[in-house]
């Protein structure tokens, strides 16, 4: 079973960017979906953006459609996420999570929901201030 590790995250004025990164050591990552969620206290988790396995789609909550984007450096086995823009409500401790395919055809297709991944990094915290 792939084992993800989170790195970046940290403390950012609003307007600020960072960049979140979610790497394996072992197995391809570009052989799961990989998806980014984020929770606050009290909270559920949320997805927040999924990429395929395949690459070819990556998807985006309306919150942060325009301002994250989430993209794949297979040669490092390595997915990020880029947040610019970031709002105070963006706090949130973030998470990336993967999902096996069992299919070729089921690398094409993600469903961005926590209860299709059972992977998880160990989460980064992101804090937003004026």
């Known amino acids: 079973q792939v084992q993800l590790v989170q790195s970046g995250g940290g403390l950012v004025q609003i307007g600020g960017s960072l960049r979140l990164s979610c790497s394996a050591s072992?197995?391809?990552?570009?052989?799961?979906?990989i998806g980014w969620f984020r929770q606050t206290p009290g909270k559920e988790r949320e997805a927040i953006s999924c990429?395929?396995?395949?690459?070819?789609?990556?998807y985006y909550i309306d919150a942060v459609k325009g301002r994250f984007t989430t993209t794949r450096d297979n040669a490092k086995n390595t997915v990020y996420l880029q947040m610019s823009s970031l709002k105070s409500e963006d706090t949130a401790t973030y998470y990336c999570?993967?999902?096996?395919?069992?299919?070729?055809?089921?690398?094409?297709?993600?469903?961005?929901?926590?209860?299709?991944?059972?992977?998880w990094g160990q989460g980064t915290q992101v804090t937003v201030s004026a």
């Open positions: 072992t197995d391809n990552l570009d052989d799961y979906h």
């Open positions: 990429i395929t396995a395949s690459s070819d789609a990556t």
């Open positions: 999570g993967a999902d096996r395919p069992r299919d070729v055809m089921s690398r094409l297709v993600v469903t961005c929901d926590e209860s299709a991944f059972t992977i």
